[in-house]
Every structure is written in C-alpha cells, then in structure tokens.
C-alpha cells in the first residue's frame, strides 16, 4: 500500500518563499512520476509541476521560473521549491504519486498554501 505524507506549506507574503515536500511509504512497488498539483477555492485542480524517474520535468507556464521540483530517489521523496510566490498561488498543493509493479496513482491530502498581499 503506497502512502504519501505531505509537508510544508503555510502563510507566507508575497514575494516570500515555501518548500513543500511529500515522502512517500510502502513496499513492494517502484515510484515512477512524481508531481504536484492544486486547487484553488472555485476552480479545478491543475498540474503545477511533475518529473518522472529520467528526471524530465514538466511546468506550468504560470510556475516556470519561480518553482523547481526535485526528487531524492532514495528517500522516495519529492520537494517543490517554491519562490516569488504571488497571491494567484494561494490554494491546497497536492502530491500525485504514480507507480509501477503493480501501477498505481496515488494522491495525497493537500496541504493549503496561502500567500498573502
């Protein structure tokens, strides 16, 4: 059973900074894709990030340059580093996990980021 515990996020004012991080646990799989997503109140859920076990990553247009997200393979952990946060930010960030043998998507519960102006 794969299980993903989500950390990080909070208050923070514009043009501030928040790490996020999502650990994931188990056994008797491999994680292959690992990304984030959010919602914000009114709207639906939207990719913010992902990168897969070759490492390519993925953006969305409004985070590049601003958010990186990274991986320790080891720890079966994925980080988003999140930088020059603007209020259009504030929403719950969720941790999507896929796997393989046996194939699996796996969300987390969110974690709510607000930044406030």
């Known amino acids: 059973q794969v299980q993903l515990v989500e950390s990080g996020g909070g208050l923070v004012q514009a043009g501030g900074s928040l790490r996020l991080s999502c650990a994931v646990s188990?056994?008797?799989?491999?994680?292959?894709?690992m990304g984030w997503y959010r919602q914000a109140p009114g709207k639906q859920r939207e990719l913010v990030a992902t990168?897969?076990?070759?490492?390519?990553?993925v953006y969305a247009d409004s985070v590049k340059g601003r958010f990186t997200i990274s991986r320790d393979n080891g720890k079966n952990t994925v980080y988003l580093q999140m930088n020059s946060l603007k209020p259009d930010d504030t929403a719950v960030y969720y941790c999507?996990?896929?796997?393989?043998?046996?194939?699996?998507?796996?969300w987390g519960r969110g974690t709510q980021v607000t930044v406030s102006s």
């Open positions: 188990g056994s008797a799989f491999t994680v292959t894709t």
């Open positions: 999507r996990i896929t796997t393989m043998g046996p194939f699996s998507v796996n």
């Open positions: 990168t897969t076990s070759g490492s390519n990553t």
